[in-house]
């Protein structure tokens, strides 16, 4: 940023950029994929239930019947809402699997009508209720069948009409609004850091910018600790953890370190701060608690401490009841 002659304040800033570029790259992506599979929807290739009976005779392809007469209910598996029917079209009789809401619609439908869904395998149990059910149909013992005429009949496989197979459309059409969903999360984040960022420049004024650019321009006085994104000049405290925010150490009335804990161990921590104005900062988050972290997290702690002798030190109950009176008085 302009404010600051700054790389690492710079970086923080630019680094807020990129959460917003790439979270609009992200939705980018998902919108076209879920637009380009919604456009292709119609394009899906569907062949008709004698064909893949003929050529195939594979699982999970996507095809069709032109039915022309009404469906004849055969059986029906007790888990299972969906009953099993005999159909038929101008070529040949297959199987196919269906609700009562569709075969009702098939029912009182002009023919020819087209039924889709997606081809499934018949198993023992099946052919042998179908072999059963056909025959009974059949007055004639010549037009009976055996269990070993059932392929060259109905084709080893049976047409589902509540489902259909998971083609590459759909793939994309889910990946899609998966990233669009995404994409948005990012961008909204991306946005909510950007107008904070900019919010927490605008409280500074002309003096306090030209202050703390010379502090920064210190060296001496002035230290930047990496890890917690938290640069400390001779009168400020700068949380540049996806944010800045910029707290005189005489505005600070309470500071306690906060960890988290899991299963006993602890797996992160940060300093908490209130201010004068009663709210609450959260800086120093390290989720890796190492030596090294441990070190700069006291060193952060004291060096505050020390700007600062009249702060409150420590989550007590004591400093608690303090707190409430002092932003109580502020107020």
Known sequence: MKEFENKTIEKTYQKIQMVL????????????????????ADSVTKTPMYEL???????????????????????????????????TDENRIYIAQMSSET????KNATYPIRVEGSTVFADDSLKEVAIESYNEIMEEEEYMLSLEDFDSVFGSIYLNLETTPLTTNDIMLVVGFMLGIIGL??????????????????????????KI?????????????????????ENYILNLAHVFEAIPYKDVLWIYPYELRYYGFKTAQSIYLITKDGKKHIIASMSVVTKSSKEAMEEIYQTILKKNPKILNGFTKENRQKIKELTKKAS
């Open 21 to 40: 570029y790439v979270g609009l790259f992200i939705l980018f992506i998902g919108v076209i994929l879920f637009g380009y599979s919604i456009y292709k």
């Open 53 to 87: 009976i003929a050529n195939n005779q594979e699982e999970n392809l996507y095809g069709y019947i032109d039915i022309d007469s009404e469906p004849y209910e055969f059986a029906y598996y007790e888990d299972d809402p969906n009953h099993v029917y005999f159909v």
């Open 103 to 106: 075969y009702e619609k098939i």
């Open 185 to 210: 999360i990012v961008v909204i984040v991306g946005v909510f850091q950007k107008v904070r960022y900019k919010k927490q420049l605008k409280k500074l004024s002309l003096e306090e910018k030209i």
């Open 213 to 233: 650019q010379k502090e920064l321009q210190d060296e001496k006085k002035s230290f930047y600790y990496e890890k917690a994104q938290v640069y400390l000049t």
